[in-house]
């Protein structure tokens, strides 16, 4: 079993990290749009927006360990894509880090302006580091807005993976699922 990426191909951690992530990702935007029309009398009025705070900061904490592998190691080679292509991923996949962790901020900041800490799964709590009422609005709308332009990014490198998949024949998606090719 393969635990580095190397130039062939992406190992164990990357691939769980890769596909958890982006499952619990478009489960947190469901959930956040089902969530803010819920009314008062819901039974889920106050248990759903706290589930969505608490996966969100473990979100947070596995993007950190995430980037740091990915930084640790190195990418798999690029060869099967066009010169255009290659930039494409790259300005997509380096910017998803920037991007989720603005995301999450916005989220947090939100959540704490009333200098109230974030209980997560009543296991740990991370405290409001800014108390500030008026910044409220301003996170809202700015998460808001991360979260439209993440699953908007999210679908086109959806595509582009489909593609590569299906018309170009290329290994990028087996390779993010089951790893390396054997031979290589
Ligand atoms: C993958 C990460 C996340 C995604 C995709 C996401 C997505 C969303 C979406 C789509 C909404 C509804 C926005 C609207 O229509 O007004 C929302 C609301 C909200 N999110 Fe997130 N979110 C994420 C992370 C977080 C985090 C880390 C926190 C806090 C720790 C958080 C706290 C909130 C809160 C409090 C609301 C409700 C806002 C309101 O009542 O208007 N979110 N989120
Ligand atoms: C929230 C959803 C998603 C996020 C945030 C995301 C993010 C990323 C990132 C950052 C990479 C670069 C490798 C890394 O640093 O881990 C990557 C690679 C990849 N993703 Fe996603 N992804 C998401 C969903 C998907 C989906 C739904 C598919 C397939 C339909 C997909 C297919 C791939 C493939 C095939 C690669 C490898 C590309 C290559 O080898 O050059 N991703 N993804």
Known sequence: MQINDTTAGYGLPTRVFHWLMAVAIVGMYALGLWMVDLNYYSPYYQSAPNLH????????????????????????SDDELSPIERIAAKIVHWGFYPLLFALMLSGYLMSTADGRPIEVFNWFSVPALIHDKGMEKTAGEIHEFLANLTMLIV?????AALKHHFFDRARTLVRMWSGPAKDQ
């Not at 993007?63 to 798999?76: D, E, Q, T």
């Open 53 to 76: 705070r608490s996966v969100g900061m473990l979100l947070l904490i596995a993007l950190v360990l995430r980037f740091g592998w990915r930084l640790a190691n190195r990418s798999p």
């Open 155 to 159: 679908l086109l490198h959806s595509l």
